[in-house]
Structures are given as C-alpha cells and as structure tokens.
C-alpha cells in the first residue's frame, strides 16, 4: 500500500470470509485507476474468489496478475460477462466509462462494483437506475474514504450508539498530493472525462455526510471550484467546495484540492469532523500530523463522559465487504442500499454542475 500516492491506496485487513473458497466469483475489469486493488484486497479477504481480469493494456494486467497470481486473464470483456460463475465485476475504468461498463455489466446478469465516482453526469445517472430497475442488479460504489478506513468505520459505529446524539454537520477535509503530473494519465487531466473534482474526491465526502448524519437526499446549498496552480492542466480542478444541506436539516461543508505539500508523510490529511447534539467526533485518517510516529486512523470523540482518544488500525475491520458479498447472494442492502450509492453520485455531478469558477476572478 502506497502512502505517497493516493491513486494506489490499496488497504489490507485480516481475513474475514463470509463464504467458502469458490462459492462467490468476481471479476476485475478495466484498471485504470489504483483503486482497483484496494477494491479487490477487500473482496478477497472476505472470501470472494478473483476468477478473471481483463484490460486492453497489457502492462497494466500484467502487474496485475503479479500481485493476484491465480487470476485468469481473460481475452475480452465478452469472455467475463459471458462466465456464469462470475456474480460481481468489478472496475476502476475512467471515470467517464464506469457507468456505461456497469450498464453492459448488470444486463448480462452480473452485479457491478465501480471505483468513485461511479459516473460523471445526470443522464448515465438515469441510464443507471433504469437498468438497476430492469435487471434487478446491484451498481455499488467504492467510496473508500469511508468504507476502507477503520477509523471512519469506527466513528460511524459511536454515532450508531448514539454516543454524540444525533449529528447535524459535518466538516470534511479531503486533501490529495497530485505528484508528477507526467506519472498521471491523460484522462487525469480532462474534465469531461474525470468529472471535476467535486464529483471525483469530492463524491467520498457528501457520500459520508449522507451516511454519517442519516440523510436520505439532500441539495448542494453552493459549490465553487478553482484551478489555482496548474495553467499547463486548464482542465485540471485543483481546488473545491461546497455546502450540502440534508432534507433532515443537517449540513455540511467540505473542501478538497490537489494540494498536499512534499512534506507530508502521507498523500493527504483527510480529516472529518462531526457535529452531534451531545458531542462531537474527529477522525483523523491518514497521517497523526505533526507527531512523526507513523500511526493512521485516530478517531477522538467528546460527550458529556469527557474526552477519549482511539487509536483504531487494525482493530475494526472493513465489514462492508462481507455485507457487499451476502448482499449479492442474499438480495439484500445491508452494506449500502441502492438509494444511497445513487443519491451520493447526484449529489456530486450537482456540485460540480453548479460550481463558480473562482480562478476566473483571480
């Protein structure tokens, strides 16, 4: 797992299998984002099997078949979709191309699982649920910056016990270091392609606002975005952020950037902060900045009993795997309904619709 590099975050937990070696088959395709791995690591250790893999660049399937060693490769797309052992394909195609994968996915009986964010504009969105409605198929979503960190895992399980009350606003903080722009793909870089960047990195954030404080919709209150420091990238968003305001009165506000300085150990201080009515959480993810002892997921909560510091790596887990698996097999929603990958996905093509272009007042 790479810590400089946000594209590569590829977490590893223990081995949770809710099923038997070879009962559940999954498949990888299209790996043009490092969330890939992350995505299949969690599968895995929760008993999926990896049967294939397919990509039509031969580098990237090679590494890999390096760090997957008994995946098949597969000749085509076809090849997969046509496999009736396989229940779920999984993707991390550009952005721009996961909805219209997940589409051919679900109508050949598979249930599809795509990196964020899982499509980049209104119409995929509808093209979307109506395939969902026709086949009856999952369209899951990674959102990784709370289902694979065991310190926003953890803090959802403190506000499940009510132990800040009931959230009402959540700040979230979702810094990225873009590294050497040419180690970046083309795609990285167009807009109509990756989708801005309220509805890339920021999809992670308005998801946890809606999953953190119990929200079912939602509107973007305003939104702005900026290219502040790459005028060799016009299409690149280096700065953004918004203000989301929940059907149920909570709020939230959130910003991202492609900021994060060479100094930092880690590729970005991702940090939330959640408002209850009887305390209030902090998680801090990433990186304990300023203390230099390479520790991650720190979750520090308030309440009336006082304050307590948690440090949480590799004490609680990723459950949302499992669940994603028996969901599959069982017909159920209880690692994410349907409703909520779907709203997050509006949500962030909203904001991005909407934004003000504060570069251009600069």
Known sequence: MSKQDGMNYAPKGKPSPVVKDGEFCIAAIALNHGHIYGM?????????TLKWVYDDDEKRVENFVKTYPGVKVAKSEKEILDDPEVKLVCSAAVTSERCPLGIRAMKAGKDYFTDKAP???????????????????KYMVYYSERIHVESAVYAGQLIERG??????????FGPHRIGDPKGRPDWFFEKEKYGGILCDIGSHQIEQF?????????????????????PDHPGLDDYGDAIVVGDNG??????????T????????????????TDGYIEIRKYVNVGTNDGTTDHVFLVNKDGEQHFEVAGKVGYPFFGQ????CINR?????????????AELCVRAQMQAVDLSRRS
């Open 119 to 137: 499509l980049t504009t209104l119409e995929q969105l509808e093209e979307a649920k109506k395939t969902v409605a026709e086949t009856g198929k």
């Open 261 to 276: 300085p060479d100094g930092l150990s880690t590729w970005g201080d991702g940090r939330t902060f959640i408002i209850g």
């Open 332 to 344: 159920t929603e209880n690692a994410m309904t349907q409703a909520h990958a779907f709203k997050a």
């Open 324 to 327: 994603l698996i028996l969901d």
């Open 250 to 259: 909570a709020t939230q506000h959130f910003r991202v950037d492609w900021f």
């Open 210 to 230: 809606l999953f953190f404080c119990g929200e079912e919709n939602a509107h973007v209150a305003y939104s702005e975005v900026a290219n502040y420091n790459h």
């Open 40 to 48: 299949c690591n969690g599968l895995i250790e929760a008993g999926a």
């Open 163 to 172: 132990l800040i009350g009931k959230p009402v606003h959540v700040d979230g």
